[in-house]
C-alpha cells in the first residue's frame, strides 16, 4: 500500500501532467491573424464562412487558411513568337488585389494559392501569345504600350480572375533573339547615314539657290566681312574690295 507521501506525489504528478496537456493545447489552439491577411478557419475539413480579425485568435483543433490582402505585383515570363516569326521573350507584370467577398470561394475552389497561380498562368499565357502573334517584331517594339493595353482588356475577361482586383498589366521587358537585334542595329545605322546624306543633299541645293541670287562679287565681299577681325579698317567698293594696312 502506499503512503500518504505517495499518494500526494502521484496527485502532484497528475496535475502537472493535466497542466502541460492544457497549456500545450491552449498553445497549439492559438495562431496568429496579420493585418495584411484575410483568414478563414477550417475545422474537421469544414471552412468557417466568418473572417477572423487581426492579433491572436482561438482556433482549438482546427488551422488557419490566409491570404494576403494587399495590392501585390504577379510577375509572369511569356515566351511566344511575333507575326514575322521572330523569337520573343516578354516579362509582364500584373498588379491584382484579393477581393473579400471572393475570398471563401478562392479558398473553397482551391487547395492553395500555388495551384491557382498555375492555372491561371496557362490561362495568361494563351491570351499573350494570341496577341503577340498578330504584330511583327519591330511593331511589339514600337507599340509597347498600346500592346499592353490590349492585353490588359483582353486578359481581364479571364473568368478565373474575378477573385481579383485587377488594377493594371505593365509590359517589364521584351527581350528578342540575337539576329533581332543585329539587324535592328544595322537598320538604325543605315537610318542615320541616310539622314545625313538627305541633310547635305538640302544644304546643297540651298546653297545652289543662294547662288542664283547672289553673284560672284557679292559672294566674296559677304565672305571677307564675314571673316573681317575689325583691327584695321575695311574698305568695299564695286571695283575694290581689300582691307587698308
Do not use: C
Not at 493535466?18 to 478563414?40: H, Q, T
Not at 517589364?172 to 546624306?197: C, H, P, T, W, Y
Not at 562679287?217 to 565672305?223: E, G, I, L, M, V
Request: no cysteine; proline share 1%; net charge negative.
Amino acid at each position: 500500500m502506499f503512503g500518504d507521501d505517495d499518494d500526494a506525489w502521484l496527485i502532484m504528478v497528475f496535475f502537472f501532467i493535466v497542466l502541460v496537456v492544457v497549456g500545450l493545447f491552449l498553445a497549439w489552439g492559438i495562431d496568429i491573424v496579420n493585418y495584411n491577411e484575410y483568414a478563414i478557419e477550417r475545422e474537421f475539413g469544414i471552412l468557417k464562412t466568418d473572417f477572423k480579425e487581426p492579433g491572436f485568435t482561438w482556433v482549438g483543433f482546427g488551422s488557419l487558411i490566409e491570404l494576403n490582402n494587399q495590392n501585390r505585383n504577379y510577375e509572369i515570363k511569356v515566351e511566344s513568337a511575333t507575326k514575322d516569326l521572330q523569337k520573343i521573350d516578354l516579362d509582364l507584370n500584373l498588379n491584382i488585389k484579393i477581393k473579400k467577398e471572393k475570398t471563401f470561394d478562392f479558398i473553397k475552389n482551391y487547395q492553395t494559392e500555388e495551384i491557382y497561380i498555375q492555372y491561371i498562368n496557362n490561362k495568361i499565357q494563351e491570351k499573350v501569345k494570341t496577341i503577340i502573334l498578330k504584330y511583327t517584331a519591330e511593331e511589339v517594339l514600337h507599340k509597347r504600350i498600346e500592346i499592353s493595353k490590349e492585353m490588359y482588356a483582353d486578359i481581364k475577361q479571364i473568368d478565373e480572375l474575378d477573385y481579383f482586383e485587377f488594377n493594371d498589366l505593365a509590359i517589364k521587358n521584351i527581350e528578342f533573339s540575337d539576329e533581332f537585334n543585329a539587324m535592328i542595329e544595322k537598320k538604325a545605322q543605315v537610318e542615320l547615314e541616310r539622314g545625313i546624306i538627305v541633310q547635305q543633299k538640302q544644304n546643297l541645293e540651298l546653297l545652289r539657290e543662294n547662288m542664283k541670287i547672289m553673284d560672284i562679287d557679292t559672294y566674296f565681299k559677304y565672305k571677307l566681312i564675314e571673316k573681317w577681325s575689325g583691327e584695321t579698317p575695311l574698305i568695299i567698293s564695286d571695283s575694290l574690295v581689300s582691307q587698308v594696312k
